[in-house]
């Protein structure tokens, strides 16, 4: 559906003279179209405000300036578009028009028109999305018609100083033999704009500008860097506009590239692109923005766990993609595990089931939210836990291995790092996960076991640096047989660093130097490359940044790549996708802060030469953590609010000399344990928290 707004008088004198269409995007709502009913108008501006999430425009039309703001209310799908000339303005006609391809159109009483739209007719047993949206002007007496069978239009003037709203609701939804009558959505829809008025829209106004506010309050950076400070609120804006509850879950390119089909470039690819619009959202102190992610991903689970075992394994894994149809329709009957082992019935990237349950780990960690890890997430992980266990092979070194199975699409390798690394994500979790509910003590050693004979990361000397390879053997018509790519997006990183999170700063030394020796030789930093701008912006940076790369090297790539590859309204373009770009977030993030193996660090990452200032991201362990540096300075204190209590251990900005923690709401010192890394002899210090509390870490004297 598309609303157009049009100069209705034209220039008789040139009857080849056409409208233009200029379109503005409302990151949270439904495109608004604005025409012109001139040629090129130097006059013409529009302005993305993310503080307040509206768009606001000028544009010269019929010889008038034409001045617009654009905004959705919060919750629901009611665009209002606000209209304006000024003051000493002859009055102005104009005309909206609401289009729907292919669909019906009606007038609603008086001044107020509507279209539909389905995608399948009522009883048909195929998936049907149907939709209604309804218009109406406030401030002005406008004339409803019908001029064709998909167009509506609204026929008004508007007066000089005297603004008038024009309002637009949508309803619809879609399923599998959809049963809601397409009237329904119709008479929703009139009824909403029929029954708002003036007061009702200030009022929508203020809460939707509330909303903003308080996402915005939620955490925020200063990085004293121009292009990353655009690039990071750009992306937080981008996610917080496309991925909300109640919602199906952002597609590949979010809400905004529609069509028929969800098939393409905007279904859910498991292979990284669907989870990496996530990746900075928790860390970025929003996690509830990943609550339509786990509710997609969970009704998908009855068809993969059925098709895992048709192939004859145990457990399930995922295929590549899928599109949200199952959301709708009742779960299918089980399937029992049956037949041979038939790993070329599985897609053949075997890594797609650990990455779709990487947000789930991720709630747990970030919230500790106990009942999602127990009813959710756990039974997830257990049935994946299953698959790898029966999958991998065990080989005549004794060691388990993994066959069948491809770092990238189209191969069939052996030992790709990705797998490697996803069954150990996995293993590993479930370990620490069964503890934390205390449930399964008897499978621990079974989990432990199939971890201590994992096979290793391959390795290898190139150019004299020891590297880690994407795989021991490679078999790829596609992509060719190399076992590592110069500029390629680094994939086999991802099984090691981010997202698997099985090393960061602070963890094995060696495994580090191999990480930015492998870094070093591909080089997917160069700009234009698969590594920064086809398919590996939302990974790249952050594994560099999590891996201790040189800090001030890093962000002049970053902003390099950034710059290259801007939108003008500040999210970042790639190829091979769209939304996920805001996953590099956790690049920003991940600079000034870093949880590993239970111990956070601040400033890990960030130049010792930039000042630099987070407040309230949140770290693993539902810590919410601030702190800023100067610099050339040490980091002046820091303020943890323990959401849920327990142990709070940090690697030492000040070294060896002890901070003092004071609780805010007792306002006396707490006990410290200080003690130092054995391999690193990283200063460490921990101490006992209560949920609810805030502490502040004051910098030692």
Known sequence: MRLLITGAVHNPA??????????????????????????????????????????????????????????????????????????DAQPLPLQADLTAAGGTTGVAGDGQVWVTRTTGADGATRWASKAAASARVLGSRATASTPSGNTARLSFELAPGRPVRLVTSIHGNGSYANPTPLNDFTTKAVNRVAGIDGRALDKARSAHRDWWKRFWLKSYVDTGDATLNKYYYGALYAMGAASREGFFMPGTYAPWRTMDQTGGANRYWMNYNTESQYYGVYSANRPELAAPYYKAVAAELPYVRNTTHAAG?????????????????????????????????LSDQKTNGTFAAIPFMWNWEYTRDEE?????????????????????????????????????????????????????????????????????????????????????????????????????????????????????????????????????????????????????????????????????????FTIAARAGWDPEDLIGRFTTVINRLWRPNLTVRQGGGGQETSGSLETVNSMFLQTFEDVIRVFPAWPAGRDGKFVRLRAKGAFVISAERRAGLEVSGIEVLSEKGGTATFASPWGSRRPVVVDDATHRPVRLTFGHDADTAEATFSFDTKPGHTYTVRRPS
């Open 313 to 345: 394994y145990k457990g399930m894994t995922f295929s590549r993609t899928f599109s949200p149809y199952n959301a709708t329709r009742p779960a299918p009957a089980d399937v029992p595990v049956t037949g041979p082992k038939l790993p070329g019935k």
């Open 14 to 87: 040139d009857p080849n003279q056409k409208a233009y269409i200029r379109d503005l995007m409302l990151f949270d709502g439904q495109t608004n179209v604005i025409a012109g009913a001139t040629g090129s108008d130097p006059n013409y501006r529009q302005q993305q405000d993310i503080l307040n999430a509206e768009v606001r425009g000028s544009q010269t039309v019929d010889g008038r300036v034409l001045s617009t703001r654009s905004w959705l209310t919060d919750g629901e799908n009611l665009l209002v578009t606000e209209l304006s000339i000024p003051d």
């Open 372 to 540: 999602f890890l127990r009813t959710q997430t756990y039974p997830f992980l257990k049935e994946l836990g299953e698959f790898w266990m029966d999958f991998v092979e065990k080989g005549e070194d004794g060691k388990y291995h993994v066959l069948h199975s491809a770092v990238n699409e189209g191969g069939n390798d052996v030992d790709s790092v990705y797998d490697l690394g996803y069954i150990r994500r996995t293993l590993t979790a479930l370990i620490e996960y069964s503890q934390a509910l205390g449930v399964d003590a008897e499978l621990r050693p079974v989990w432990q076991s199939y971890l201590d004979d994992l096979a290793p990361y391959p390795t290898a000397t190139m150019d004299g640096l020891d590297v880690i390879l994407l795989a021991s053997k490679i078999e790829n018509s596609i992509k060719g047989n190399a076992l590592l790519n110069k500029n390629d997006q680094p994939i086999n990183l991802e099984g090691v660093v981010r997202p698997s999170d099985n090393l960061a700063i602070g963890g094995d030394q060696e495994q580090l130097r191999k990480v930015r020796n492998t870094l070093q030789w591909v080089d997917p930093f160069l700009p234009g490359s698969r590594g920064s701008s086809i398919n590996g912006f939302p990974k790249t």
